[in-house]
């Protein structure tokens, strides 16, 4: 019996929630008192897993530039079965939300995604799910022998937890794979709203487009992800993959900075995950700041100019 | 082309949670249904099949008769028939595989759905209903374009979009971008005139059996009142020292 984890990588570096899942499957492991491997295809150096618990790193090696959702399943059924591996935890980044139901078929385990915290019990075997956009949890029963585990991003955390671990190589089969990569556009050297420990994020209020300017240099100090309202993309302000929200991009940051956004309940059922959330609005009835943990009731004209200023002098100091 | 759009019928946006009988039910009370937004995308893109390729669409839901108003809107959106599983909906699991013999059953090339509904946010049944036909499966699809049985989609990736290829048959998982918001369309009356007389039928469920079941629901810890402060230095000082997030 073992834990099995997939560590998921892009463009060979270890994503971010690759040592979440790590960390919560190391912790699985020890309520059920065996071994966690972690399993990676193409991806980082093993050694930084072994930093987070994994006793075992099983390495893919394949022509699989990048992901695809029938090949990286059956990828994980066979290290799964040859591993002998009871539970496997996979996170919420889109490949992990992709590849999970698939895996869950193919073992004919039960599945239950969104998990926020460990295992509250193993025997019955009870997790918490978030669920109704962050307004609800649910405990969910997982009722087969194996067991597919989905982990919310930026809720078990990240843990060192330092092993020897040793690594080996693994042949995986591939089935035709069915769907195949054209090309991949992707922004370099941006942070990713679904990477970013911290996301600035602004609304209408900032009048129009010319006025991001201070958003990204805000964001830029922060080292954070830029992100925007709903009527700020269909307006055509900003892209559509800033919209955050609920029918846009989730976003579950440590902390989401809000300018001029009033806070519609659709924008704050995509964004209540992140853990603090501070609300710049020069309406104090803005709804945002019931929501939000700290709020600035003044001008986004000229607070935000000033919390770069004192930002850039914090970040020195 | 065959098109099956899978239906969920989940409390509107603005919808009050709460949970009943000692926390294991979610408290329909005062709560408006509607259909799950990810699926109307997806919805929308299948009327643009049926209008500019002769498409044929029909949607599916799995669930009590309660859920008919929301298949019927469907119906007035556009689509030709529709099919309830009569099966309380408990897990992913289940739903996929009470869906997976429909599929079967109605020989359809292309299966669209959204990819998580609003309720649940499982983001689980489309993968797993592609598994189970052995099916191709492009999830958080932004872009769908079919010829023949070959499709081009576009797909959201972390921190960017890919472009693929498929064949059909094909499950896709949709979301904003597969159309946009403007395109999403509102029933008028004809539509709803037309859909009371379009054929809605109901299916008992096989035997499929849950993977999951949900013991207890809970509230999040209610949340402090926001800490206001009028200068920046206040705001720093508080994110680094008290809630450590700089």
Not at chain 1, 129 to 134: E, G
Not at chain 1, 285 to 292: C, D, G, N
């Amino acid at each position: 019996m073992s834990v099995l984890v997939f560590a998921d990588s892009s463009e060979g570096k270890f994503k971010k929630t690759a040592y979440e899942v790590v960390s919560y499957g190391k912790k699985v492991a020890e309520q059920l008192g065996t071994n966690v491997v972690a399993l990676t295809v193409n991806g980082g150096d093993a050694s930084e897993l072994y930093t987070y618990g994994a006793e075992k790193v099983v390495e893919v090696k394949n022509d699989l530039t990048s992901f695809n959702a029938k090949g990286y399943a059956a990828i994980i059924k066979q290290v799964a079965e040859a591993q002998s591996a009871n539970v496997v935890v996979i996170d919420s980044s889109v490949d992990g939300l992709t590849v999970a139901p698939l895996v869950a078929v193919g073992l004919e385990a039960g599945y239950a995604s969104n998990v926020v915290e460990a295992p509250s019990s193993t025997n019955p075997f009870v997790v918490k799910r978030k669920a109704f956009s962050n307004k609800g949890f649910n405990n969910t029963e997982i009722l087969t022998d194996k067991k597919v585990i989905g982990v919310a991003k930026n809720s078990y955390g990240a843990h060192e937890n330092p092993v020897s671990g040793t690594s080996e190589a693994f042949d995986a089969s591939l089935p035709e794979l069915g769907v195949s990569s054209v090309s991949i556009d992707k922004a370099t050297g941006k942070v990713t709203i679904a990477d970013a420990d911290v996301v600035v994020s602004a609304g209408r209020g900032l009048k129009g487009p010319e006025n991001w300017g201070m958003v990204e240099e805000l964001a830029d100090v922060l080292g954070a992800a830029t992100a925007c309202s709903k009527p700020v993309s269909d307006l055509g302000w900003r892209p559509h993959s800033e919209h955050v929200g609920q029918t846009g991009k989730p976003v579950a940051s440590n902390l989401y900075i809000a300018i001029g956004i009033s806070g519609a309940i659709q924008h704050l059922a995509g964004v209540n995950a992140s853990k603090v959330k501070v609300v710049i609005n020069n309406d104090p009835e803005a709804p945002f700041f019931k929501a939000a943990d700290y709020g600035i009731v003044g001008d986004a004209f000229e607070v935000v100019p000033q919390l770069i200023e004192k930002l850039k002098a914090f970040k020195q100091s | 082309m065959k098109i099956l759009v899978c239906i969920s019928h989940v409390p509107d946006t603005t919808s009050k949670i709460n949970f009943t009988d000692n926390d294991t039910k979610f408290d329909t009370n005062g709560v408006q249904f509607v259909i799950n937004p990810y699926d109307e995308f997806s919805l929308t893109r299948a009327m643009w099949f049926k209008e500019k390729q002769g498409a044929s669409v029909t949607v599916v839901n799995v669930g009590g008769a309660e859920t008919e108003p929301t298949l019927r809107k469907a119906l007035a959106i556009g689509a030709d028939d529709a099919i309830r599983v009569n099966a309380v909906p408990t897990d992913g699991m289940l739903v996929a595989k009470e869906l997976a013999e429909v599929v079967k059953n109605g020989g359809y090339d292309l299966v669209l759905a959204g990819k998580e509904s609003a309720d649940y946010n499982g983001q689980m049944v489309p993968g797993m209903l592609a598994s189970l036909l052995d099916f191709n499966f492009v999830n958080g699809c932004v872009g769908l374009e079919v010829e023949g049985t070959s499709a081009t989609l576009e797909r959201e990736i972390d921190g960017g979009e890919e472009k693929v290829s498929s064949t059909l048959p094909l499950v896709v998982a949709g979301q904003k971008g597969i159309v946009e918001e403007k395109d999403l369309r509102i029933p008028n009356m004809r539509g709803i005139m037309m859909a009371r007389k379009k054929p809605l039928n109901v299916v008992e469920p096989t035997s499929s059996s849950a993977a999951t079941s949900t013991q207890s629901f809970e509230k999040p810890a209610p949340k402090g009142d926001v800490k206001l402060v009028d200068n920046v230095d206040d705001l720093i000082n508080l994110l680094h020292n008290e809630a450590k997030a700089i």
